[in-house]
């Protein structure tokens, strides 16, 4: 499984990003994909994830700002970012996970830097 993720950058305080995943290859119809974050001095951390299904686990600090959202049919994960703050930055990661068989599969796509300047 390969991930092309899209849509970090530079935001000032209040203001809003989309990043976007797509996966590619051997993708299971039953499946859980998201992002996950690296910020400074941190280790990485679930922000977001939604399975195929629509369940979903969010990171309690960017409830009510943070949306995740699928397209199944894309393979395709969006995380809208709104009222970005500071503590926001860092690297995301976007996520693909499934299991076969009774084994885990996760696959990590590049990390996309955001920032979020005062």
């Known amino acids: 499984v390969q991930l092309q993720a899209s849509g970090g950058g530079l935001v000032q305080v209040g203001g809003s990003l989309t990043l976007s995943c797509v996966a590619s290859?051997?993708?299971?119809?039953?499946?859980?994909m998201g992002w996950y974050r690296r910020t400074s001095g941190n280790q990485r951390e679930r922000v977001a994830t939604?399975?195929?299904?629509?369940?979903?686990k969010i990171k309690e600090s960017v409830k009510g700002r943070f949306t995740i959202s699928r397209e199944n049919s894309k393979n395709a994960v969006l995380l809208q970012m709104n009222s970005l703050n500071r503590e926001d930055t860092g690297v995301y990661y976007c996520?693909?996970?499934?299991?076969?068989?009774?084994?885990?599969?996760?696959?990590w796509g590049r990390g996309t830097q955001v920032t979020v300047s005062s």
């Open positions: 996520d693909y996970y499934h299991e076969d068989d009774g084994r885990a599969h996760n696959y």
């Open positions: 290859g051997n993708i299971s119809t039953v499946n859980v």
């Open positions: 939604m399975s195929s299904g629509g369940s979903t």
